[in-house]
């Protein structure tokens, strides 16, 4: 094999790895609005209160799609 060849095989693979890193962190982004918004729902009003978001806020906030910031 050429040393060019090899380098190419090299940026391939650190290319593929980049994706899989991007798509994991993606999905761990994803995960993560699912259980915040999960949570803030089933929080009680006075805890709502202290963080200054209406009951109506957090269901808002709770219905959003998981791919919605």
Do not use: C
């Not at 090299?10 to 593929?16: D, L, Q, S, V």
């Not at 899989?20 to 949570?39: F, M, P, Q």
Request: net charge positive; glycine share 2%; no cysteine.
């Amino acid at each position: 094999m050429t040393q060019y060849h090899l380098s190419s095989i090299a940026n391939t693979n650190n290319t593929k790895q980049a994706l899989v890193n991007a798509i994991l962190t993606k999905l761990k982004t994803y995960r993560h609005r699912h259980s915040t918004r999960k949570t803030l729902k089933e929080l009680p009003d006075y805890l709502l209160d202290d963080m200054g978001i209406s009951r109506h806020e957090a269901i808002k906030e709770s219905q959003k799609p998981f791919w919605i910031k």
